[in-house]
């Protein structure tokens, strides 16, 4: 009720009231504490809405307004279909050129291999790589750590290219496979690129 009075989103709040679950299991596996007497309630879940997804126009468009140093990382996201934290935290030690491959470990420790299907983020790599031999290819150089994000870039870009839609991470990723999908890519190819379970997702 106080996290609620704070503006904390309820989804949040479950979040946290899942961590609180586990250790509290984790406590009474180890012998650390009595199981509770009671179960941990939380909200109801709300679906999210579907995406409204871009134009395959609107994100060229994007992708030509984007500040050079992010350029690799939109790309990633899009012709890639990476997550967020897949992209961010690219290490030079995942490409193989020579290949056409990017060999990486993603969500759910799985193990994720993704072409690089496009001229443009083919040559993104090869820069980014003569920079970069070993560890992550994109730095802060401000904190000299890995980028947190680029939403706000990525708001900029949107903006000058006159494109209307909320611009997110997770967006392009969704485009990815949307447009890949109406391109006719088999969707069982589009399952496997993009590391999901099952093509229903």
């Not at 350029?71 to 992209?87: C, K, Q, T, V």
């Not at 961010?88 to 990486?104: G, V």
């Not at 992550?136 to 150089?141: A, C, G, R």
Request: charged share 25%; glycine share 8%.
């Amino acid at each position: 009720s106080h996290r609620l009075t704070t503006g904390v989103s309820k989804r949040t709040i479950n979040k946290e009231l899942t961590y609180f679950s586990s250790l509290i299991n984790w406590a009474v596996d180890n012998g650390y504490a009595e199981p509770l007497p009671f179960k941990i309630k939380k909200f109801p879940k709300v679906k999210s809405p579907k995406p409204s997804i871009p134009h395959p126009d609107e994100i060229e468009a994007i992708i030509g307004h984007i500040e050079p140093k992010y350029r690799p990382i939109l790309l990633l996201l899009y012709d890639g279909g990476m997550r967020r934290s897949e992209a961010l935290l690219l290490k030079a030690e995942s490409i193989n050129l020579k290949t056409n491959l990017i060999l990486f470990t993603g969500k759910g420790n799985k193990e994720r291999i993704i072409p690089i299907t496009t001229n443009r983020l083919r040559e993104e790599l090869e820069k980014a790589l003569e920079k970069t031999k070993r560890g992550h290819l994109f730095v802060n150089p401000k904190t000299g750590k890995p980028y947190d994000g680029i939403r706000k870039a990525l708001m900029r870009a949107a903006e000058k290219a006159g494109v209307e839609k909320r611009v997110y991470h997770h967006l392009l990723r969704h485009s990815f496979g949307t447009h890949a999908l109406a391109a006719g890519l088999n969707l069982r190819a589009i399952q496997g690129v993009m590391g999901h379970s099952t093509s229903k997702t």
